[in-house]
């Protein structure tokens, strides 16, 4: 009798040391889900098996920012934000499973973009704020941003598409006359007109940063 007593209360003390270890492992595993819209992001988390909201709030206020600043980024991609926010997680003793959803999806990543000139006219319009999504299906006719080497965020339509090389072009080709400037021609001075032409360009389909779906 005796033995089976200490028997049973074998068993429990090594029941409980794994249940303890069980909730120490668990305890530390937090699941974060990152939403945004391109303009604002919230960020919620959850410990298991403890319920919603039992994450230090200065874990979520730093991921939260950290988001932000990656979805504003041009550079940024799904994994790299879940890479940030599991880097943060662990700077706090967490384990963490992240999922970003935005207005288009599970893991699909939009960027909010400002226009800058009048080459889009009458699509798109000067100081126009619009929401990419990070993307790098395409096609001809779509409105896109894209990184140019001279003159970085464009806002283009896709014209043409050839192997690794898409071609860009402006909705407004009208020639802007933006001033006047004296040149020396033939030995004698002249007055030239000088005119501003929409920028089309030939980039590489990897320029491209995303689809516009907002404007």
Do not use: C
């Amino acid at each position: 009798m005796r033995s089976r007593t200490w028997l049973i209360v074998g068993i429990l003390v090594l029941l409980l040391l794994v249940g303890t270890a069980y909730w120490a492992t668990s305890s530390t595993s937090v699941k974060i889900v990152v939403e945004t819209n391109g303009t604002d992001v919230t960020v919620k988390g959850s410990t298991q098996p403890l319920p919603l909201g039992n994450v230090p709030e200065d874990m979520i206020t730093q991921m939260k920012d950290k988001a932000l600043e990656d979805v504003q980024d041009e550079t940024s991609t799904v994994e790299s934000i879940k890479v940030d926010m599991e880097n943060i997680a662990k700077s706090h003793g967490y384990t963490a499973q992240v999922t970003l959803i935005s207005q288009f999806g599970e893991n699909q990543l939009p960027m909010p973009a400002t226009v800058r000139g009048t080459s889009m006219i009458p699509t798109l319009q000067d100081n126009q704020d619009i929401i990419v999504l990070k993307t790098d299906k395409f096609q001809v006719n779509d409105l896109v941003v894209a990184v140019h080497p001279e003159y970085g965020l464009i806002v283009k339509r896709v014209a043409q598409i050839d192997g690794d090389q898409v071609y860009l072009k402006s909705d407004n080709r009208q020639t802007e006359i933006i001033g006047t400037e004296t040149r020396m021609v033939n030995g004698m001075e002249e007055v030239v007109t000088i005119e501003k032409t929409p920028l089309d360009a030939w980039l590489p389909k990897k320029n491209v940063v995303g689809v516009v779906k907002v404007y």
